[in-house]
């Protein structure tokens, strides 16, 4: 298939310039090098967060309802698969008409799915559906094998140009959310991600026939666990010797020193599946490009809160749409960064070598 057309990104200057200051209500806690430039435009957080009665209450249960019973918009999606360098391939899926009805210039928000995840999954079909009704180009980026995306390479690499980014429930500190992953219910959490990833690694298993190294395929195929998956694929794809030296090495909370542009945090203090102790809360303060947002309760990507609540869409949709409009309208009036069509081909190739 032929390579999509890629559209110069511009650089985005978010002013500092003292802007009407809103306080969060106290039932959020909101922290961040950038919490005078970013928190005026998020104007939900005035609100109180009122987790939804008996299904709010309990994290469990939020990460479940969530789910399995939250409604799931019927939106018809075009597929594009785009081969890597690495021989790869990935599959973005697309709102089926856009590309005829938006206008050429309109805003790309990539959508990035959790651990198997995909287009089909609620939470990202609530916000694909809100961001175009915004006037958004969406894109959802699955994962090699996830939402029934083909996987041909055993490895894949990243490189992409953003203006901003927005982070759900991120599991910051792996060493820690392992260490949790196996206590208590989150044992059946752990079971049933293991269980995904080893039907979507038997679906591709003839590509790991005959691999070196210290590949454990036996043990990666019928892992009962993530970090015995881990242990068996993962950690030896890339490089590394055990799997706590990939944990130790891997997590994301050594990354947010060197965040260089806008970047919104939303976790919820209850998650069982990213711990809130694992939150790097005084880099977070420390960096002026980034925002947390930490609600009281929520689950994983549950947030069973708000006017939409129980089977609509996340507390969280209405908050990132505002970041991500706050974040465009300052990019309107920023110069573009990239200007002849070396510097395009060079955000295309990144494309190709992205990596979730």
């Given at each position: ?8 990104i ?23 090098g950038?919490?005078?430039t970013?928190?005026?435009a ?14 709010g ?54 959508l990035?799915p ?39 390479t055993?490895?894949?690499?990243h ?5 901003g ?32 990833l ?26 009962k ?9 993962t ?9 706590d030296?990939?944990?130790?090495n ?26 809130s ?68 081909q060079?955000?295309s ?8």
């Open positions: 298939m032929p390579a999509p057309q890629i559209r110069p511009t650089s985005v200057h978010v002013s500092t310039k003292a802007m009407p200051y809103n306080h969060p209500h106290p039932s959020l806690e909101v922290t961040g950038a919490l005078h970013f928190l005026p998020l104007k939900t957080l005035s609100r109180p967060y009122g987790p939804f009665p008996v299904i209450w309990n994290c469990h249960v939020e990460t479940i309802f969530a789910a399995f019973f939250r409604s799931l918009p019927d939106i018809k999606l075009k597929r594009e698969c785009i081969r890597t360098k690495d021989d790869g391939s990935v599959a973005l899926d697309w709102i089926s008409g856009d590309h005829q009805l938006l206008p050429p210039d309109s805003p790309v928000l990539i990035m959790g651990l198997t995840g995909g287009s089909e999954d609620s939470y990202v079909r609530h916000m694909l559906l809100r961001a175009r009704s915004k006037g958004w180009r969406v894109v959802v980026f699955n994962s090699r094998g996830c939402g029934d995306s083909p996987v041909t055993p490895q894949e690499s490189s992409c140009p953003l203006s980014a927005v982070s759900l429930c991120n599991p910051f500190n792996l060493v820690i959310a392992d260490q949790d992953f196996r206590k208590g219910f989150n044992i059946v959490y752990d079971k049933a991600l293991a269980s995904a080893c039907r979507i690694f038997k679906k591709h298993a003839l590509l790991f026939e005959d691999m070196g190294g210290e590949f454990n395929i036996p043990l990666a195929a019928n892992a666990s993530v970090r015995q998956f881990d242990d068996g694929l950690r030896v794809s890339f490089g590394f010797k055990s799997v030296d990939y944990y130790s891997s997590s994301s909370s050594d990354s947010i020193k060197h965040v260089r542009i806008p970047l919104l945090c939303i976790q919820a203090q209850n998650d069982p599946i990213a711990p102790r694992g939150i790097p809360c005084e880099d977070i303060k420390a960096n002026p490009n980034c925002l947390l947002i930490l609600t009281p309760k929520g689950g994983h990507l549950g947030w069973v809160a708000g006017p939409e609540a129980p089977f609509g869409s996340p507390w969280t949709d209405p908050v990132v749409m505002d970041f991500l409009e706050h974040l465009e309208r300052a990019s309107s009036n920023a110069f573009p960064c990239f200007s002849d069509l070396k510097d395009v060079q955000i190739e990144g494309l190709n070598s992205l990596e979730v």
